[in-house]
């Protein structure tokens, strides 16, 4: 089981500049959430998706978007990068239903210059 | 609303010594309650969680929690400190409504292990 696998491992853009991050879940799990963890912080929520649709979004703005395909993959979007988007970027994937936990990806480095 | 404190950013023990991670929750409903490690320029890695079983849980690489509703805390515990324990401890809550939920993290606790 590969666990949960994002790509880019680390990514460096401009400001203005739109980016795409991607996640594929561990399998057999049907959602997936991510989080912003800024230098020295916590993981923050920025949403979550199940059945294809967003089911649950933190305080982020619309410049934040995701996607989920059919086989339960997901995207990050975000457009007009600011330099306070740099961050690391972890997607987490769960069964929808049950108490399971979590599991975690080894993120994404952003870094806006 | 749901949050966790982790009362103390940096935490120094000496190898061998007692690990004692503090974390109190607030939570309006019955939470789930999470440790996760993070090393360096890596990913979260569970340690251990409270569902509303037993209130002492077992976790990985020695680590225990117990849930006291009484005084709202979730302190993540380890007997032996060793080397290899060093690193970035989040606690977490989820809300158990049965389906999967947003966790929401403290700012975490950086475990230094000293010889």
């Known amino acids: 089981d590969a666990g949960v696998t994002q790509s880019p491992t680390h990514l460096i853009k401009t400001r203005g500049q739109q980016v795409t991050l991607r996640c594929s879940p561990k399998?057999?799990?049907?959602?997936v959430s991510w989080y912003q963890q800024a230098l020295g912080q916590g993981p923050q929520f920025i949403f979550q998706y199940y059945e294809e649709e967003e089911r649950q979004r933190g305080n982020f703005p619309d410049r934040f978007s995701g996607h989920q395909f059919p086989n339960y993959s997901s995207e990050l979007n975000v457009n007009a990068l600011l330099l306070g988007d740099s961050a690391l970027y972890l997607c987490?994937?769960?069964?929808?239903?049950?108490?399971?936990?979590?599991?975690f990806g080894q993120g994404t480095r952003l870094t806006v210059v | 609303a749901q949050s966790v404190t982790q009362l103390g950013s940096h935490v120094s023990v000496s190898e061998g010594a007692l690990v004692l991670l503090r974390c109190n929750y607030s939570s309006s409903v019955p939470p789930y309650l999470f440790w996760y490690v993070q090393y360096p320029n890596q990913g979260l890695q569970l340690l251990l969680k409270?569902?509303?079983?037993?209130?002492l849980v077992k976790g990985i690489n020695g680590f225990e929690a117990e849930f006291k509703k009484s005084e709202t805390s979730f302190h993540l515990t380890k007997p032996s400190a060793h080397m290899s324990d060093a690193a970035e401890y989040f606690c977490?809550?989820?809300?158990?409504?049965?389906?999967?939920?947003?966790?929401?993290f403290g700012t975490g606790t950086r475990l230094q292990v000293t010889l």
């Open positions: 399998s057999g799990h049907d959602t």
């Open positions: 409270y569902t509303s079983a037993a209130t």
């Open positions: 987490a994937s769960s069964p929808w239903t049950g108490k399971a936990e979590a599991f």
């Open positions: 977490a809550v989820s809300s158990s409504t049965g389906t999967a939920s947003k966790l929401t």
